[in-house]
């Protein structure tokens, strides 16, 4: 019935009639947005770093994309004439980074931005500073080079770009626990009518050094020069980094060494061949997060399991979900630093870890584990321990890379 036929109606049915009961308003929730990095404080140390290898002055304008707590962006704009642009989807802590930036006095230089990193302009970005994950960096890469101006910097802690070549890069701390921090310059644009890469584009380089301009440096020293000058402010910038603290007198938060970033199905069965799990293993996931790897494991006839992690909540959905999976009884759970549990019976160990995570834990495996203990790690490997096999998993648009080793005999000692 059209809207004038309604209210004839309505009147000739005279003052009794009812008009028809409005359908009711119904609200949906939107579904929460999805964060491809979870948060892991970068330690001031590697703060005050980032920004001197970046070499930040006064006219630039640093993004952090991922920016937590904001510590970074707060960081630079310490100096003067520095803007900064805090990025983050997660609306607690863009309110945290406002807070601290409140805190720190600098909130009038900090432009606060909730929103995906993967959609938010960056263009007139001088400085990007980055701390997520090795996936999202491949991910990200074509942005930044397609969309950053020549001459900017992009500093990236822990995580390199696959082939794209960094200008330099540093480790802050001592061995096993330096942090690496990696800087790379946006290079001029391709000549006109080139054609726009569709994936990662190849390693950008300098120009030919034939065609530069009389008494210009060659691209080699460009690089040793800048690489020097670099070098120069970070060891400057470490020697006061007690300078950068956010908020004085504030104590920091303890942290986890390991973000949880759960592991795909396919990657976890993989892990579980790799490491040639049988009947009679003891297989232990340090850093179990939900437990997938070991609840994957143990459906092996034979086969019991350790989940190891520090976070309370994930030992508790590891039981939970193991209990789902009807396994509870096959596997033992525990909450602890996985520097501190014992783990000598282990036949095999999985690991999902960060770099220097691995690097630290290694003397432990070494020295605790029986010979002839399979040790499979997803992404990250061990430093110079040359793994006896490496694979990796294509799960398009992204490719995982599994390890295994294996803890050889014990040397004889000489009586």
């Known amino acids: 019935m059209v809207p004038s036929l309604l209210v004839a109606a309505l009147l000739a049915a005279g003052p009794s009639a009812q008009a028809p009961e409005a359908a009711p308003r119904v609200f949906l929730k939107a579904p929460e947005q999805k964060k491809d990095v979870p948060y892991v404080p970068t330690p001031p140390e590697v703060v005050s770093a980032m920004v001197a290898l970046a070499e ?68 007139d970005a001088t400085v990007v500073m980055m701390y997520l994950l090795p996936d999202v960096n491949l991910r990200l890469r074509p942005r930044l080079q397609l969309e950053l101006r020549p001459g900017t910097r992009v500093v990236s802690h822990a995580f390199s770009m696959g082939d794209w070549k960094a200008h330099d890069q540093i480790d802050v701390g001592e061995p096993p626990d330096e942090r690496p921090v990696y800087l790379w310059v946006i290079e001029g644009r391709r000549r006109s009518g080139a054609r726009a890469p569709t994936a990662a584009p190849a390693v950008f380089r300098y120009k030919d050094p034939e065609r530069r301009s009389p008494g210009a440096a060659a691209p080699g020293q460009r690089g040793e020069e800048r690489s020097m000058r670099s070098r120069r402010a970070v060891a400057a910038s470490l020697s006061v980094v007690v300078s950068l603290a956010l908020v004085p007198g504030a104590a920091p938060a303890p942290v986890k060494d390991v973000p949880y970033v759960p592991t795909p199905p396919e990657v976890v069965q993989r892990m579980i061949q790799l490491a040639g799990v049988k009947s009679g293993d003891v297989l232990y996931d340090l850093g179990c997060g939900d437990g997938r790897i070991v609840i994957a494991a143990v459906k092996t006839p034979g086969v019991r399991g350790v989940c190891v992690d520090i976070d309370p909540e994930r030992v508790a959905e590891s039981k939970r979900n193991a209990e789902a999976a009807g396994v509870t009884d096959r596997i033992r759970f525990v909450e602890g ?30 020295s605790e584990l029986k010979p002839g203990t399979r040790i499979v790690s997803h992404a990250f490997d061990m430093g110079d321990w040359t793994p006896e096999e490496r694979v990796t998993v294509d799960l398009q648009p992204q490719t995982y890379v599994l390890y295994r080793w294996t803890i050889p005999q014990k040397k004889a000692t000489r009586r």
Do not use: H, Q, W
């Not at 304008?61 to 004439?81: P, W």
């Not at 863009?94 to 900090?110: F, L, N, T, Y």
């Open 56 to 123: 930040v002055k006064s006219g630039d304008v640093v993004y952090d994309l991922g920016c937590g707590d904001g510590r970074i962006v707060i960081a630079a704009v310490r100096i003067a004439g520095v803007r900064g642009v805090c990025v983050d989807i997660d609306p607690e802590r863009i309110a945290d980074s406002r807070e601290k930036a409140r805190a720190a006095g600098v909130e009038d230089r900090i432009r606060f931005v909730r929103g995906d990193l993967f959609a938010v302009p960056i263009a």
């Open 337 to 366: 630093d996985l520097f501190k549990v014992p783990f000598s019976d282990a036949t095999v160990m999985t690991l999902y870890l960060m770099p220097d995570v691995n690097m630290r834990l290694r003397p432990r495996l070494l």
